[in-house]
């Protein structure tokens, strides 16, 4: 994913459903890879989606007109073919989170329940279409 074929696009929007809305429209519209999302205060989340550079913009514009459609849409960037630190800053924050929700799982009853407001990788593709 780190070559130079690749782009980032982010969809930013206030409120989780209008965020999941946009995710899954837009791994519906093109073959991306919708790998993480990141959320701050004030109920504002952000997706970043992968993939080639004209794959990421369709999956970002059909994810921005969604989300408008279920909430609000804040702000959306595709950044094309971008500088190889960025990319691995994006998957290095994955693989953090990833390792940071393996280590910090309590040994609780089976009942009980934990509140994940920590960003949680996502790792949905679109399905190739099958005729």
Known sequence: MLENG???GMI????FPALVA?????????????????GADAGIVT????????SVTAAVAVGE????????????????RPDRSVM???L???EQEKSRQATSKPAGKAGDKQ?????????????????
């Open 6 to 8: 690749y782009a980032l």
């Open 12 to 15: 930013e929007t206030v409120g």
């Open 92 to 94: 290095q924050q994955l």
């Open 65 to 80: 007109a969604e989300a408008r459609r279920v909430g609000q849409l804040r702000h959306s960037r595709v950044i094309p």
């Open 88 to 90: 691995q800053m994006v």
């Open 47 to 54: 997706i970043y989606i992968v993939g080639d550079v004209a």
């Open 115 to 131: 509140k994940n407001t920590q960003s949680t990788p996502i790792t949905t593709t679109q399905a190739s279409k099958e005729e």
């Open 22 to 38: 946009a995710t899954d429209a837009a791994a519906k519209a093109a073959d991306v890879r919708c790998v993480t999302y990141q």
